[in-house]
């Protein structure tokens, strides 16, 4: 059987079709795959234990992040001044799934799961603030084991308190902190173990049974089960809550990709609706807009723009600076200093991704 | 689409069938079409089947262009996946078929028939995938990187080899199911390539399956002889560039500068096609002849030293594209060839002192 194209190349529709396949990848801003090494000098971090899970960014703009596979690694990087390096700070013994970091004050807390169980993982202070162009020097790192958080229980979420002093953490059943200084973990009590974990001003909001949240109150130590309930929408996946803002920023998403802010006081407010779901890792810039992945397999990058209440299809990731690659698949984000994202690649080879926002034009009247 | 046969009876082409129809899968379903089989026919040499595994890129019947990363999430366009088909070579028929990578394009094929295995490369996520025949049940072992590598080999050991877009060995190993890439490079041009985009595009296994040569899918292609059944990594030896010298400032045009059509003859010699320009510095290439020619070359394995063989001649378009070569059971030479509408296959008939009778035995597995 032949088939021949029935369409009128000349038709509006077919015109605007060839416009969007021209814009099909990144339409906006700029992206850049950095690999995971100190490019020309290093060897990237392997290939089957690079799926980058999990990522943070300390006070001076250094990322620290952890990746899943074969082996877990931990890893720290930085890209301003003279820096763009990303260091394998060391193989988590038995470990295989990164699932959080933490840059607390005074070292940096990795939460890593295997085949001996939940740990926290601490990854000493690395010097990164050196000239990596011309001259360096610094012994690689040494992890240190602070143990099991809870036993037999895989950890599923941690974020540091504000003061940075504590990491909060949940395992699938418990909810438990660490004390940063000592390593010390002390197991609160029970919670739905389900989903990341949010940061509000008064403490940490968790996925809850049924379409709720819990609280953990930070001053008090006591949890609040089913404390707020989610807005209407499908709460079925597991929750991710979006980073880079305030406090009082939250931002989440259900699993049909209705995107919700969240404000303790306030409550939940609709968005709009990324156009695929599930939504992946989300980061806000300090001008307000919301940058984030949705859809399986191939993701798109969305923007939500909060103050004009538009939701918009970014495309799919691409670089052509540094290294030459298409994103597929991404597991954590964080936003830099300078407003930039960096998103981590949960793919084989996993790079670092950092995207530079469209600047919008400003109208000023002189 | 139809898949094509060299009919040395009647010196002409078969036409076997519409692939599209026998897959239920027809031009008119709104979709992405089947249109093309890259490197992906692979034999069965115990039952004489012969493996077919179709890419994408032709457009639904109302659209004048498809991106798979366009329509990646679109039902109704979306291409519907690369279709096997198993195609009984000793009474032309099509035993079945179904979907090998769902989605996606084959980039290219191999068949481990001691394991009943085949191996594939999807288009556009460079995944890798296994196809168990007993079973029908494809696995997806995970993404090598962005640009397709255009050929699997497999060694003694059934491992299965490709290579990453950053010119990196990848392997396969059924013991470990582990993918790995090598420390060191495919060959390139170091004076001014990084080893980005060397991928493989053509492999071809010598007769004694010791060790493979190779050409890469990158402007200023090299040869290369690999051995992959020495070593914790294997010698990966550079035999030098396969076409001529150009100005390296200027990123030349990828169906221009190309070799492929690897294959060994009756006569133990390799024989492959690389392309010729006109070029006004490099090659002014005097005469009427035509600026793009594609040039079928002799090497020796012992002596690696190289010979111009003949010319490809079309009696109209260009000869300068083979993707494919094979050597028939007479010891007579054919080349694929793209880039000219329709594509097709070119004859090079050998002088009786290069031919063998089975020249075409141990017969290559991978497309």
Redesign the interface.
């Known amino acids: 059987?032949?088939?021949?194209?029935?369409?009128d190349?000349n038709s509006p529709q077919?015109k605007a079709?060839?416009k969007?396949?021209a814009h099909?990848?990144v339409r906006e801003g700029t992206m850049v795959a950095f690999p995971m090494c100190l490019p020309g000098m290093t060897?990237p971090i392997?290939?089957?234990e690079c799926r980058i899970t999990a990522l943070d960014i300390d006070s001076e703009g250094h990322i620290y992040g952890g990746t899943s596979g074969?082996q877990a690694h931990l890893f720290a990087a930085a890209f301003h001044d003279l820096t763009g390096v990303v260091l394998d700070a060391g193989v988590v013994p038995d470990g295989t799934s990164s699932v959080a970091v933490c840059c607390a004050k005074s070292r940096v807390l990795a939460f890593v799961n295997g085949a001996r169980g939940g740990r926290a993982i601490a990854i000493p202070e690395i010097d990164l603030a050196q000239d990596w162009i011309q001259e360096w020097g610094l012994a690689p790192p040494v992890l240190q084991d602070l143990g099991e958080c809870v036993p037999r229980e895989p950890v599923v979420h941690a974020i540091c308190d504000p003061s940075r002093s504590t990491v909060i953490g949940i395992t699938t059943g418990h909810l438990f902190t660490v004390d940063v200084e000592s390593g010390k973990v002390v197991v609160i009590g029970e919670v739905s173990g389900r989903g990341h974990l949010g940061m509000s001003s008064s403490g940490v909001f968790g996925q809850d049974e049924g379409a709720r949240l819990w609280h953990f109150d930070l001053a008090s130590g006591k949890i609040r089960r089913a404390a707020v309930d989610l807005p209407e929408g499908e709460w079925t996946a597991a929750l991710r809550w979006s980073c880079g803002g305030d406090t009082d920023q939250l931002i989440t998403a259900d699993a049909a990709g209705h995107l919700f802010s969240f404000d303790e006081n306030k409550g939940f407010r609709s968005l709009g609706k990324a156009h695929?779901a599930p939504v992946g890792p989300m980061a806000m810039i300090p001008d307000g807009r919301l940058f984030g992945f949705c859809?399986p397999?191939?993701a798109?990058l969305f923007c939500c723009d909060r103050i004009s209440g538009s939701v918009s299809n970014l495309?799919?990731a691409a670089s052509v600076l540094e290294q030459?690659?298409?994103g597929?698949q991404f597991g954590d984000a964080v936003t830099g200093p300078d407003g930039e994202i960096v998103f981590g690649e949960d793919?084989?080879?996993g790079h670092l991704w950092l995207y530079f926002p469209k600047i919008k034009r400003v109208t000023r009247n002189l | 689409m139809k898949p094509v046969r060299y009919n040395e009876e009647r010196d002409d082409l078969d036409y076997l069938f519409?692939l599209?129809?026998m897959v239920d899968d027809?031009?008119?379903s709104g979709r992405a079409?089947q249109c093309k089989i890259h490197y992906s026919f692979a034999p069965s040499m115990h039952d004489g089947v012969l493996y077919m595994a179709t890419h994408l890129s032709g457009?639904p019947?109302?659209?004048?262009?498809y991106?798979p990363?366009?329509s990646?999430?679109d039902a109704t366009r979306c291409f519907r996946g690369s279709a096997l088909l198993a195609f009984d070579t000793r009474n032309d028929r099509v035993l079945w078929w179904d979907t090998l990578i769902p989605?996606e394009g084959c980039r290219c094929l191999l068949h481990d028939e001691e394991h009943g295995l085949l191996y594939a490369m999807s288009y556009?996520?460079d995944h890798f995938i296994i196809y168990d025949l007993q079973t029908r049940k494809r696995r997806d072992v995970?993404?090598?990187?962005?640009i397709n590598p255009q050929a699997l080999f497999l060694d003694k050991r059934h491992r299965v080899w490709t290579s990453?877009?950053y010119g990196r060995l990848v392997r396969y190993t059924p013991e470990t199911d582990?993918?790995?890439?090598s420390?060191g490079l495919l060959a390139h041009d170091v004076n001014y390539q990084s080893g980005?985009h060397s991928v493989f595009y053509d492999v071809a296994p010598s007769p004694d399956r010791e060790c493979v040569y190779a050409s890469t899918w990158c402007p200023n292609p090299h040869l290369m002889r690999i051995w992959p059944n020495e070593g914790e990594w294997p010698r990966v030896e550079d035999l030098g560039p396969a076409t001529q010298p150009r100005d390296p400032t200027f990123p030349i045009d990828m169906f221009t500068d190309h070799c492929g059509g690897l294959t060994f003859a009756g006569d133990g010699k390799l024989y492959y096609v690389a392309s010729r320009w006109r070029d006004p510095k490099y090659n002014p290439m005097p005469g009427s002849g035509k600026e793009l020619q594609g040039v079928v070359w002799r090497l020796d394995p012992q002596t690696l030293a190289r010979e111009e063989v003949t010319l490809l001649k079309h009696p109209t378009g260009v000869a300068n594209y083979v993707s494919r070569g094979a050597v028939d059971h007479n010891g007579d030479l054919f080349f694929g060839h793209v880039g000219n509408r329709p594509s097709g296959i070119f004859k090079v008939s050998m002088p009786a002192e290069r031919k063998k009778k089975n020249a075409h035995l141990p017969i290559r597995m991978w497309g």
Do not use: C
């Not at chain 2, 582990?178 to 890439?181: H, K, N, Q």
């Open positions: 059987m032949q088939t021949k194209g029935r369409f190349p077919i079709y060839e969007e396949l099909q990848f060897s392997t290939h089957d074969r695929l859809g397999e191939m798109n495309g799919v030459r690659r298409y597929y793919d084989n080879d | 519409d599209a129809e027809p031009g008119t079409s457009p019947i109302d659209l004048p262009r991106s990363w366009y990646w999430h989605k556009p996520r995970g993404r090598i990187s962005s990453s877009d582990r993918l790995e890439i420390p980005w």
